[in-house]
């Protein structure tokens, strides 16, 4: 996260910070924003010792904090695009999956419904049949 700092003394690269602080400066910058910078104590490792370093890793660390930011949220939308595109593939297969259904229940409705005349017309007739063989053997009402 942090960039290394040299040694002034021996030029050794300088990560850790013993202390650091950020300094905002009292003046406006042109555009109104005050760039604040980090001020860093450091000590080296190898000569031991302490020196001053301005860490300019707060503006360019944020910056890629940012940048990282942004493309995890590319990648957020990318993927909530591609689940908005699956979700409507799918509702549209469903959808046409939902006609066929209901042209197939609609095709039986109308198959039933015309067994179901056809069994009543039939029924009909045998009562017409039944009805006449009843009168031909003159028994009338009597036999049930
Ligand atoms: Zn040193």
Redesign the pocket.
Known sequence: MYSLVE?P????K?ATQVKCWTVTPVKHSANGIIPEFRIGIFK?P????KFRAKVDTTTTGAETNVKDLVVKLKEINQGLTQTLRTLREKITTLETERISVMVEIEKLKKVAESRANALETEVDQLRKELKSLRELLGAGDEID
């Open positions: 040694c003394n021996c030029g050794t300088v080296c190898k000569c031991k010792s």
